[in-house]
């Protein structure tokens, strides 16, 4: 795929390791990059990100073939493998660099992003309120390279095989007709 004919979205559903791993399998993505956006200063290390106290939550930032796979089905598939109804927290991971956020780079993400959420609000999809913020983007930092294909390098590790192993799981479960072959 040419990078100069796709689009961008910019997710954080908690640990990036996770987000990233997910986002990779799907047909139309052509790239998945680990980093940080929302925050308040400039250029920060996964070793203040972590503290909670730069503000910025662990994202990835997605290139994708909108002709291959819709913002809104990226957005289903973020919906369905992580929990958009708790704040500030994924399983164990706890504090604001672990929140539910869309951070749309257009009117139109921004749109549907408020559309889904709406109807998925008034369809009681999930049992509690969604509090997923939807936030216009601010500058998104790449994540140092150790970060970045975490799950595809350390699948043995305990971190993926019990938090990240069932959001694969599940995403084959539930989309599997949107993976890559």
């Given at each position: ?145 150790e970060h970045q294909d975490f799950y595809n390098e350390h699948r043995q590790q305990p971190y993926c095989q019990f938090i990240i192993d069932p959001k694969i799981k599940k995403l084959k479960e539930l989309f599997s007709e949107k993976l890559k072959?």
């Open positions: 795929m040419e990078k100069k004919n796709l689009d961008t979205a910019i997710l954080a559903g908690g640990c990036f390791w996770c987000t990233e791993a997910v986002f990779q399998r799907l047909d139309g993505v052509a790239e998945v990059i680990s980093g940080f956006t929302g925050g308040n200063i400039k250029n920060p290390a996964y070793r203040e990100i972590i503290t909670g106290r730069t503000g910025h939550a662990e994202s990835i930032k997605i290139l994708f073939d909108s002709k291959r796979i819709s913002f809104e089905e990226l957005l289903l598939v973020f919906f369905a493998t992580h929990d958009p109804t708790t704040l500030n927290r994924q399983q164990n991971d706890v504090g604001t660099q672990y929140r539910s956020a869309i951070f749309y780079t257009s009117e139109e993400q921004k749109e549907v992003a408020e559309r889904l959420i709406k109807t998925m609000e008034e369809e009681k999809f999930f049992s509690n309120p969604i509090v997923t913020e939807v936030t216009e983007a601010s500058p998104f930092y790449t994540a140092e390279e072959k």
